[in-house]
Nanobody, 123 residues
Framework: QVQLVESGGGLVQAGGSLRLSCAAS????????MGWFRQAPGKEREFVAS?????NYADSVKGRFTISRDNAKNTVYLRMNSLKPEDTANYFC???????????????????WGQGTQVTVSS
C-alpha cells in the first residue's frame, strides 16, 4: 500500500512558476512508476507527466514542466514554468508498478492516488 500526499499548489499569475511535491509512504518507492495527472472542473482527468527510468510528458506541457524524483526522500516533484490559465486544475500524484509505455497516460492504469492540490493560474 502506498499513500501519497501532494503539496505546493496555489494561485499564480500567468507566466509564473510553481513546484508541486508528492510525498509517498512505503519502503519501495524507488520501484514505482510515479506520475502527475490533472483535472479541471467538468473535464476528465488527464495525464501530465510520468517518471520511471525515463520521463514522459503531455504535449501541452512539454518544455514548460519538469518531473523529477528523489528516492532518498520518497518524493516526486513537478516543476511548472510559464504557467498558463489553461493549466488551472486540481493536480494529482499517482503511483503504479510496471505500467507499460502504451498505458502510462491512462489514468486507470495507475494504482494509487493522492487527494490532489489545486493550481490556479490567473490571466
Amino acid at each position: 500500500q502506498v499513500q501519497l500526499v501532494e503539496s505546493g499548489g496555489g494561485l499564480v499569475q500567468a507566466g509564473g512558476s510553481l513546484r508541486l511535491s508528492c510525498a509517498a509512504s512505503g519502503r519501495t518507492f524507488s520501484t514505482y512508476d510515479m506520475g502527475w495527472f490533472r483535472q479541471a472542473p467538468g473535464k476528465e482527468r488527464e495525464f501530465v507527466a510520468s517518471i520511471d527510468w525515463s520521463t514522459n510528458y503531455a504535449d501541452s506541457v512539454k518544455g514548460r514542466f519538469t518531473i523529477s524524483r528523489d528516492n532518498a526522500k520518497n518524493t516526486v516533484y513537478l516543476r511548472m514554468n510559464s504557467l498558463k490559465p489553461e493549466d488551472t486544475a486540481n493536480y494529482f500524484c499517482a503511483a503504479g508498478y510496471g505500467i507499460s509505455s502504451t498505458r502510462i497516460k491512462v489514468a486507470r492504469s495507475w494504482d494509487y492516488w493522492g487527494q490532489g492540490t489545486q493550481v490556479t493560474v490567473s490571466s
